[in-house]
């Protein structure tokens, strides 16, 4: 009870937020720019240390972010929203949706195996195990299979993937017995751990950099709002640079607003080990080649019904520079 109060009340928090963010009116001289995510979550931190900072303070545009699902409806400026890389790849085939990735967020995965005892762990020990993950078009999933594989375990033949619960029961799921093995994201994952609930086994990441998470913007609006987008990334760009050039201490002061349902020690320490790994893309560079990998991932995952040209993805036909 005590857990769904508090969830509760970082619920209501967020919303209140947000709804003082979208209705409180820019400037009229200024534009205002949209920031959508499903909540606060840690592969924003360059886009919030950008708001900390003021970096976008001096362009013409109000930037605001806003959680939850957001209406367009009478929304005339630009919406970024924060998705993975693959979301704007199904949403070109499957959908036939025309969305653009215009900022990459992160290029490293920011998930945790985590495991029920605190011991060394080596991926051969997923042998005839069971592990929570996500679900199967995730290219997070696509990874963890591809990390297996790579360790001469099949998946769904020599490893129990429960891909069917939903994100909210994951956790809930494990904690009552279930499966062996959870995959989590960031924060919450070192939150299982502070509590000794569960014990990170190892981090699900390939060595070699992909691009994952994005914000992403539809084609009609980028070529009405291209200045303020372009704009957006430059400051983007020096948000990344002060994220790499100064202590998790010192960046964990700035963001902490944006996460009242962490301690500073705690947001310390995901950021320090965040900036250890590069989860975060550090010079708002994708190159082809490391977009083809992502879909190779995806096309061994069996996630990915055609290849999507990186063109159509990508907001530049060369490798994206931002800033």
């Not at 979301?87 to 029920?116: I, P, S």
């Amino acid at each position: 009870m005590r857990a769904l109060r508090y969830y509760l009340g970082g619920f209501l928090l967020l919303l209140a937020v947000t709804l003082m963010l979208l209705y409180t009116r820019p400037a009229p001289d200024r534009s205002l720019l949209i920031v959508a995510a499903p909540a606060p979550q840690l592969e924003l931190l360059p886009v919030y240390l950008a708001l900390s900072l003021g970096f976008f303070e001096d362009d013409n545009c109000d930037v605001r972010v806003a959680y939850g699902p957001f209406d367009r409806a009478g929304f005339q400026g630009p919406l970024l929203t924060a998705c993975r890389l693959e979301d704007v790849m199904y949403a070109r085939t499957l959908k036939h949706e025309r969305l653009k990735a215009v900022a990459v967020l992160t290029d490293r995965e920011n998930a945790v195996l985590l495991g029920r005892e605190q011991k060394p762990f080596s991926w051969t020990d997923a042998y005839n195990q069971s592990i929570i993950s996500g679900g199967p078009s995730s290219s997070t999933t696509a990874i963890l299979e591809y990390a297996l594989r790579q360790n001469k375990i099949l998946p769904h033949r020599e490893v129990t993937l429960m891909q069917n619960i939903p994100e909210n029961l994951r956790v809930p799921a494990f904690l009552a017995g279930t499966a062996d093995f959870l995959v989590l994201y960031e924060p919450e994952a070192t939150l299982l751990a502070d509590r000794n609930q569960a014990f990170v086994a190892a981090r699900v990441y390939l060595e070699e950099r992909l691009p994952l998470v994005v914000l992403a913007a539809e084609e009609g609006s980028l070529a009405q709002n291209g200045h303020v987008v372009s704009d957006f990334n430059s400051r983007l760009d020096q948000a990344r640079q002060y994220l790499y050039a100064h202590t998790p201490k010192t960046t964990a002061s700035l963001v902490g607003p944006y996460f009242p349902h962490l301690s500073l020690s705690t947001l310390e320490k995901i950021i320090q080990r965040g900036q250890q790994e590069k989860i975060w893309n550090a010079d708002g560079m994708v190159h082809p080649d490391t977009y083809a990998r992502l879909q190779e991932v995806l096309k061994q995952a069996g996630e990915l019904p055609c290849p999507v040209s990186y063109e159509d993805v990508f907001l530049s036909p060369q490798p994206l520079v931002l800033g």
